[in-house]
């Protein structure tokens, strides 16, 4: 896959968790980041339950849900 679609998926990855965690998008850079981040913690956990992730939509999917787990494990951290 080319580093643009990577690019691409990683900031509406971000966009969409920051939507679902925060109620507004983080801005294009921190979508970016957190997109990206999530994309390896999401396919983290679909490696360790079994999940082979195949196609853009399963990638996006993947990564979205890897971005809301950091957006929750940094509340945590944030809020104590």
Do not use: P
């Given at each position: ?15 969409l ?32 339950l079994?999940?082979?992730?195949h ?17 929750w ?8």
């Amino acid at each position: 896959m080319g580093w643009i679609v990577i690019i691409l998926i990683g900031i509406l990855a971000g966009y969409l968790a920051s939507l679902i965690m925060k109620g507004k998008g983080l801005g294009l850079f921190w979508n970016l980041v957190v997109g990206l981040v999530g994309g390896l913690i999401g396919g983290w956990v679909f490696d360790l339950l079994g999940v082979y992730v195949h196609g853009m939509a399963w990638q996006i999917i993947s990564a979205t849900l890897g971005a809301i787990i950091l957006l929750w494990i940094a509340s945590a951290i944030k809020g104590k």
